[in-house]
């Protein structure tokens, strides 16, 4: 199993920008890539970005012009900054770790609200 704490999030104006930090213990070894869904209310969750062990990073279309995923390796620990953030962006953001296809590891989700 993998550990997963989140951090960040808030509330932002419309405009502003957001870091979410999500660091993994455990069996990091495992990991095969790492990223965050995000559900807004009412709305099915869907994924906004990962990056792989190798460094290989996948954004949304939603998003990309936006948002930037990087992991930082001797901490475990991968980054999404979110800038010029919208009203649509808000939504639990939750932090995964992904291995052979499978999800070892889900975080508990940290809230991001942009208001107008």
């Known amino acids: 199993q993998v550990q997963l704490v989140e951090s960040g999030g808030g509330s932002v104006q419309a405009g502003g920008s957001l870091t979410l930090s999500c660091a993994a213990s455990?069996?990091?070894?495992?990991?095969?890539?790492m990223g965050w869904y995000r559900q807004a209310p009412g709305l099915s969750r869907e994924l906004v970005a990962s990056?792989?062990?190798?460094?290989?990073?996948y954004v949304a279309d939603a998003v990309k012009e936006r948002f930037i995923i990087s992991r930082d390796s001797a901490k475990n620990t991968v980054h999404l900054r979110m800038n010029s953030l919208k009203p649509d962006d808000t939504a639990v953001y939750y932090c995964?770790?992904?291995?052979?296809?499978?999800?070892?590891?889900w975080g508990r989700g940290t809230q991001v609200t942009v208001f107008a």
């Open positions: 990056i792989t062990s190798g460094g290989v990073t």
């Open positions: 455990g069996s990091i070894f495992s990991i095969d890539s």
């Open positions: 995964y770790a992904e291995s052979q296809g499978y999800y070892p590891g």
